[in-house]
């Protein structure tokens, strides 16, 4: 525990797992957990949801770490839209951090382990396992496609780390696209790159653009086959999407929204354009599930087999 008190901590009663999002109470985890938690024998845990702001001040994704460390039952947390920012702001309050979450410098999990507060990234693990039940192996050694991926955030960041490290090297794309609005989250995933993988084969291209016509434009430059990723949070925590009603996506190709709930106008635009493109088009529902189930075993501290997490998914499915 910190030496002096940084600020208020809310002692709670009962063993508490906090989930970071922007919507939480819309997120069918709200209504899963309580299943969960009696598959998994939890007892009474609580699942408690932390609306935070996008890219909003230092202090509020610290307080919610701080509350974490500081209190005997407050076991750990779920983080979606703020790993990044998670982890910049609050660094110095965890005693470990995992590999994964070093080399992506994001916490998507946080949770305790012999009284020391750990911070640990799976989304580079469940990227690929979420991946790999739509994307035949050998797809790219075969396609010689593109991926196009509309975001450069954590997610963006796991997928790399997953086609760079994962992948066997004669099945990687041979070229990665990302977009982003802004320039420093391009800017810090290409020095991860170039740092950590820069023998992977794989030609990276940092786009800045705000402008969702001239994500239409890069688009329609993929060659078939290729793979358009949202990973943008547009049509969940923001509205819209990174392309229009008028881009094309790639001949054979996959479009992968990797979000389940919300509005989801990406994958709409998919869904008209899948007989005619004979399109794959996958939402974020499996690497919710992956996710989810992943981090809730650290939290608790219990290992979620292949069969545990059949259970877990089909309990988790009869609620969508």
């Not at 997120?27 to 949801?49: C, D, K, Q, T, Y």
């Not at 954590?154 to 790399?160: C, D, E, R, Y």
């Not at 940092?206 to 078939?224: G, I, K, W």
């Not at 929204?257 to 919300?262: Q, S, V």
Request: hydrophobic residues 40%; glycine residues 8%.
């Amino acid at each position: 525990m910190p030496d002096a008190p940084e600020f208020d901590v809310v002692t709670r009663d009962v063993p508490t797992a906090y989930f970071f999002g922007v919507t939480t109470g819309r997120s069918l985890s709200r209504r899963m957990f309580p299943r969960w938690a009696e598959i998994l024998g939890l007892g009474n845990a609580e699942l408690v949801g932390l609306d935070l702001p996008i890219n909003g001040p230092a202090e509020v994704y610290r307080r919610a770490i701080y509350q974490i460390k500081c209190d005997p039952l407050s076991l750990g947390a779920v983080i979606t839209t703020h790993k990044l920012n998670t982890l910049s702001a609050a660094r110095d309050l965890f005693d470990v951090l995992t590999a994964e979450a070093q080399l992506t410098q994001e916490v998507a999990s946080v949770y305790k382990r012999d009284g020391k507060l750990v911070g640990h990234a799976v989304d580079p693990i469940t990227s690929g396992l979420s991946m790999q039940q739509f994307v035949p192996p050998g797809t790219w050694n075969r396609s010689k496609a593109h991926i196009l991926c509309l975001g450069a955030g954590g997610s963006a960041t796991a997928i790399s780390v997953y086609l760079t490290r994962t992948l066997p090297p004669e099945d990687r794309p041979t070229r990665v696209i990302f977009v982003n609005r802004g320039r420093p989250r391009l800017d810090s995933l290409r020095d991860l790159l170039d740092t950590h993988m820069p023998a992977s084969g794989i030609e990276f291209e940092f786009v800045e653009n705000s402008d969702p016509a001239a994500n239409d434009r890069l688009m329609a430059a993929l060659p078939p086959g290729s793979m358009v990723i949202n990973a943008t949070g547009m049509g969940k925590d923001t509205p819209g999407s990174p392309i229009t009603d008028e881009g094309v996506f790639p001949q054979g190709g996959f479009a992968w929204e990797l979000n389940y709930r919300g509005e989801l106008d990406f994958l709409h635009q998919a869904e008209r354009q899948r007989a005619a493109r004979n399109l794959t088009v996958v939402d974020g529902w499996y690497y919710f599930l992956a996710g989810w189930s992943m981090i809730v075993g650290q939290i608790f501290d219990v290992d979620i087999t292949p069969a545990l997490f059949n259970e877990l998914r089909a309990a988790a499915e009869a609620l969508r």
